[in-house]
């Protein structure tokens, strides 16, 4: 893998901050560099366009997400520790890598996100696919799938997509809200495995 300099590791951080604060179509170059603290023609230098800098922020997260999903590989009946896994992992993901600017540009443009997921490909869910082969032989609820990787999303997503949201609507500090989400995944893995079992 690239090895990225310094400089590249600081205009890819203001870029994800500019992205995040104006959106994609509202991001500017100019705005990139006085956030990276350096010249606009340093940073095309390094980077040639706004797009290839969000490719290049997009592309990373990726190279984070895609790994998760060989949770589901179908090598055994023992499906509540891989749910159990899947959650913490995604939990690790949410919490290390900003997310705010990836779901605003699914949400703006899915067409143009479908070029960058993996959405067009052909292969089946594989969540969805494990799931069915559990139904099939009696291991899990008579339930749609889809409904338990959708449930499994948003409750690794929604507490730090609304982190701010949360802190106050929970009353806790920062710190205590980190400290909370360190038992909270295992607990909503719980109401996941709950809801699965027949």
Request: proline letters at 5%.
């Amino acid at each position: 893998m690239e090895e990225l300099t310094e400089p590249e590791l600081r205009i890819l951080e203001a870029a994800r901050k500019v992205f995040e604060r104006d959106g994609y179509a509202g991001a500017r170059m100019q705005h990139i560099a006085d956030e990276a603290g350096i010249s606009k023609a340093s940073l095309h230098y390094y980077f040639r366009s706004k797009e290839k800098l969000f490719e290049r922020i997009f592309d990373a997260y990726i190279k984070r997400v895609i790994p998760l999903f060989s949770t589901w590989q179908d090598d055994g009946d023992n499906w509540q520790p891989k749910v159990r896994k899947f959650m913490l992992d995604w939990m690790e993901v949410f919490r290390e890598t900003p997310m705010l600017m990836i779901v605003q540009e699914f949400a703006r443009d899915p067409a143009k996100m479908e070029d960058y997921w993996t959405l067009k490909r052909k292969k089946p869910n594989a969540f969805v696919v494990y799931y069915e082969r559990l139904r099939k032989d009696g291991l899990v609820r008579d339930t749609d799938p889809k409904v338990f990787a959708l449930a499994m999303h948003a409750l690794c997503a929604y507490p730090y997509m609304n982190k701010g949201m949360m802190i106050g609507a929970l009353r806790l500090k920062p710190a205590e809200y980190e400290a909370y989400m360190t038992t909270y995944v295992d607990q909503a893995a719980e109401i996941i495995i709950r809801s699965m079992k027949k």
